[in-house]
Nanobody, 123 residues
C-alpha cells in the first residue's frame, strides 16, 4: 500500500513557475514508476509526465514538453514536477500516481493516487 500526498499548488500569473511535490509513504517507493496527471473542470483526467523507478527515463505530454520537468528523489520518497512558462490552460488539479508500468500514460495503469493539488494560472 502506498499513500501519496501532493503539495506546491497555488495561484500564479501566466509565464510563472511552480514546483509540485508528491511524498509517498512506505519503504517501496523506489520500486514504483510515478506519473503526474491533471484534471481541469469539466474535462477528463489527462496524462502530464511520467518517470521510471530510477529517474533515468521520463516521458511528457506534448502540451507540456519543454516547459515541465519531472524528477524524483528516492531517498526522500518524493517525486517533483517543475512547471515553468505556465499558461492559463495549465489550470487544473494536479495528481501524482504510482504504478508498476514504466512510463505509463493512462490512468488505468496506476494503482495509487494522491488527493490532488490545485494549480491556477491567471492571464
Amino acid at each position: 500500500q502506498v499513500q501519496l500526498v501532493e503539495s506546491g499548488g497555488g495561484l500564479v500569473q501566466a509565464g510563472g513557475s511552480l514546483r509540485l511535490s508528491c511524498v509517498a509513504s512506505g519503504r517501496t517507493f523506489s520500486s514504483y514508476a510515478m506519473g503526474w496527471f491533471r484534471q481541469a473542470p469539466g474535462k477528463e483526467r489527462e496524462f502530464v509526465a511520467a518517470i521510471n523507478w530510477s529517474g533515468g527515463s521520463t516521458y511528457y505530454a506534448d502540451s507540456v514538453k519543454g516547459r515541465f520537468t519531472v524528477s524524483r528523489d528516492n531517498a526522500k520518497n518524493t517525486v517533483y514536477l517543475q512547471m515553468n512558462s505556465l499558461k492559463p490552460e495549465d489550470t487544473a488539479v494536479f495528481y501524482c500516481a504510482a504504478g508498476r508500468y514504466v512510463l505509463a500514460r493512462t490512468t488505468a495503469d496506476y494503482d495509487y493516487w494522491g488527493q490532488g493539488t490545485q494549480v491556477t494560472v491567471s492571464s
